[in-house]
């Protein structure tokens, strides 16, 4: 899991990646010192749960990914069967490759 962590935060742009349960425990993280594991894989549980719920009172489909975008930088977060894949950005990102990366780190985590 770890490699396949790596090899993404290679991406021009990337900060730092993590997979975390739906329950906020990190299954395996790789983040820029100056972002906490606990912090974001907290947060990245919380938001995909609460978007959950919300979907699912509007008879919606599950969520696939969500993209938050704040002055600092970019957070996205995908639905990687075993958990959810979080990556931090910078603001100026390259968005569309970014989400490449992202699906074929996704592709290879539900290959595992």
Do not use: C
Request: hydrophobic share 45%; aromatic share 2%; no cysteine.
């Amino acid at each position: 899991m770890y490699n396949i962590l790596g090899e993404l935060n290679k991406t021009s742009g990337i900060k730092g990646s993590m997979l975390v349960g739906s329950d906020g425990i990190i299954i395996a993280a790789d983040l820029d010192s100056e972002y906490e594991d606990e912090t974001v894989g907290a947060l990245a549980s919380s938001i995909v749960s609460n978007i959950t719920k919300a979907m699912d009172r509007l008879d919606q489909q599950q969520m696939d990914k969500i993209t938050i975008e704040a002055e600092n930088g970019k957070l996205f977060l995908n639905d990687a069967s075993v958990g959810i894949l979080a990556v931090v950005t910078e603001p100026d990102v390259n968005i569309g490759m970014v989400r490449l990366e992202i699906k074929n780190a996704v592709n290879q985590i539900a290959e595992q």
